[in-house]
Structure formats: C-alpha cells, structure tokens
C-alpha cells in the first residue's frame, strides 16, 4: 500500500478541485500519473481511497517480482526512460531508480552512435572538405546557417538525455538552425508529415529571413539529404532565394558530425528540458 501520507495529500488536493494532472506535477515523481489517476477516480466514487490490504499496512514496493518485471523490459539493452517504466509498470519513480541501481546494479550509459562509412562515401567527405577549403575563406564559414530536424516525443525516447541503456556495465550496454551568431526561431510541425511543399512553405522562409537579418546578402545556407530538401522544387527555391546555399550534390551522406546542431546543439536543447513536466503534446511544445 502507498504511504497514508501521501493518500491523504492526493485526497486533499483532489478535494481542492485539484486534477490527477497537477497532483501528479506536484507530487514530483512520488506517485506515477496512473496511480494518480485510479485513486481519483476512487475518491470519486466512493468518497475515499480503498486499496487491497490492511489499513496502515506498508507495502515493499521492491519485490522480487517487480524486480523481475523492469529487467525483463530492458532485457536486451533495450532503450527506456525511467518515467515510461514507471507509467507501464504502476511503480513510483523513485522505485524504479531504486531498483535499476541497487537491486540490479545497473546505470544509464548514453548511446553512442557513430556513421557506418563506406568507402565511396568516404571519398565523398573528403571531395567536400577540399571543396570547402577551395570556396570558402575562413571568415565565410562563420556565416554558415545549418539546418536539422529532431523527432520529439512526451516519453523522451527521441532526444538523447532520456535515451539510455541501462546496463552494469557500458560494454553491455522540430526544424532548427545555428550558425556562430546564434539559434535561429525553432520550427515546430506537429502534424502529418513533411514533404517538400511543407518544407518550402514553412521552413525555409524562417531560415531566409534569420539569415538576411543576422548576416544581410552575404550567407550560406546548409541542409542534409532528406528526401524534403533534395525535392527539385525545394533546390530551385534555394537557387532562387538564398545568397548562396550547398547543394544536394555537395553535401556528403551520413555525416551528422558535419553539422554543429546534429553532434552537439539538439543535446544541449534536449538537456534543458524537464522531462518530468511532459506530460502531453502542449506541454512538449510549450
């Protein structure tokens, strides 16, 4: 059984007029949102919270049985955040910190993944990098707005502060842009997919206007190979409206060191959010 303490404060705040939303917010982590969410529903049935067992009686949340279950869900180095094991499993946070680190003797090591090369692409790389040096001067490369995009999820599993393996050991284990003056706006799409029409419509034009007020007529625009940015209609937009832009047939494949946003800005932005404040698509984007 939870702690009698904690019942009478999600009673209370229920009472209040609170939701199980904001209790779970408030409860930061005590309780997950669908036990929140069961003893609401209790109180409003029947006026109180009535669990299985006797009253008072404490409950070990870590049993040998609960143990079992979060290492069967991570069996095999899969990846999973600790809040959407304690949404599955009905086990606090708290607990399944706990267990993972104690009873297991796991930690969270981060994914590290690095560009399966092939030659040919290797040879690619290299004709980009003599094409950069033969193009452009130092002081041209500081005017560069790189482009990238990043899946967003209210679980964290696509943003790689939340993408862990958890494992006793390591061996087992939206639209942005940046250039060196800054962040360009951040473009979100939330809804259906992006093709070129889209990309076009919506994302370029935001890229145009930063770049013509950060750096005027003189600028280069970047983008990887996404099926959106290579589009006929998407390269003869850049022809026609950017200063200057790298095309489809410059930019080397599988090369996301390449582009500041992809080895290094998407991990910054992705550890400045709460994870435990998402709990919903607006409080995502919000």
């Given at each position: 059984m939870k702690s009698k303490d904690v019942q009478k404060i999600v009673f209370s705040k229920?009472?209040?007029?609170?939701?199980?939303?904001?209790?779970?917010?408030?409860?930061?982590?005590?309780?997950?949102l669908k036990t929140v969410k069961r003893w609401c529903k209790m109180i409003s049935e029947t006026g109180s919270i009535e669990l299985a067992g006797p009253l008072g009686g404490s409950r070990i949340v870590r049993t040998p049985a609960a143990i079992q279950k979060v290492k069967n869900r991570i069996k095999g180095g899969k990846t999973m955040s600790v809040r959407k094991l304690s949404n599955d499993l009905d086990i606090s946070q708290k607990s399944i910190r706990r267990i993972l680190r104690n009873d297991l003797?796991?930690?969270?090591?981060?994914?590290?993944?690095?560009?399966?090369l092939t030659d040919a692409q290797k040879i690619e790389?290299?004709?980009?990098?003599?094409?950069?040096?033969?193009?452009?001067?130092?002081?041209?490369?500081?005017?560069i707005?790189?482009?990238?995009?990043?899946?967003?999820?209210?679980?964290g599993i696509y943003n790689s502060q939340n993408d862990?393996?958890?494992?006793?050991?390591?061996?087992?284990?939206?639209?942005?842009?940046?250039?060196?003056?800054?962040?360009?706006?951040?473009?979100?799409?939330?809804?259906?997919?992006?093709?070129?029409?889209?990309?076009?419509?919506?994302?370029?034009?935001v890229a145009l206007k930063y770049g013509n007020k950060i750096f005027g007529s003189d600028w280069t625009f970047q983008q990887d190979g996404a099926?959106?940015?290579?589009?006929?209609?998407?390269?003869?937009?850049?022809?026609d409206n950017f200063p200057s832009f790298?095309?489809?047939?410059?930019?080397?494949?599988?090369?996301?060191?390449?582009?500041?946003?992809?080895?290094?800005?998407?991990?910054?932005?992705?550890?400045?959010?709460?994870?435990?404040?998402?709990?919903s698509k607006k409080t995502l984007i919000e």
């Open positions: 229920y009472q209040k007029g609170d939701g199980p939303t904001k209790i779970f917010r408030d409860l930061n982590g005590g309780l997950c003797g796991y930690y969270p090591y981060k994914k590290i993944i690095e560009p399966l790389r290299k004709k980009f990098a003599n094409w950069v040096r033969t193009n452009f001067q130092k002081e041209q490369t500081m005017r707005i790189f482009s990238d995009e990043k899946l967003f999820d209210i679980d862990r393996v958890w494992a006793a050991s390591r061996a087992a284990a939206d639209k942005k842009g940046a250039c060196s003056k800054g962040i360009t706006p951040l473009v979100i799409l939330d809804k259906g997919t992006t093709d070129h029409a889209r990309y076009i419509k919506e994302v370029l034009p099926k959106p940015h290579t589009h006929h209609l998407s390269q003869q937009w850049c022809r790298i095309g489809k047939d410059r930019w080397p494949p599988h090369s996301p060191d390449l582009n500041p946003l992809d080895y290094c800005i998407w991990d910054e932005f992705n550890r400045a959010i709460n994870w435990n404040k998402i709990i």
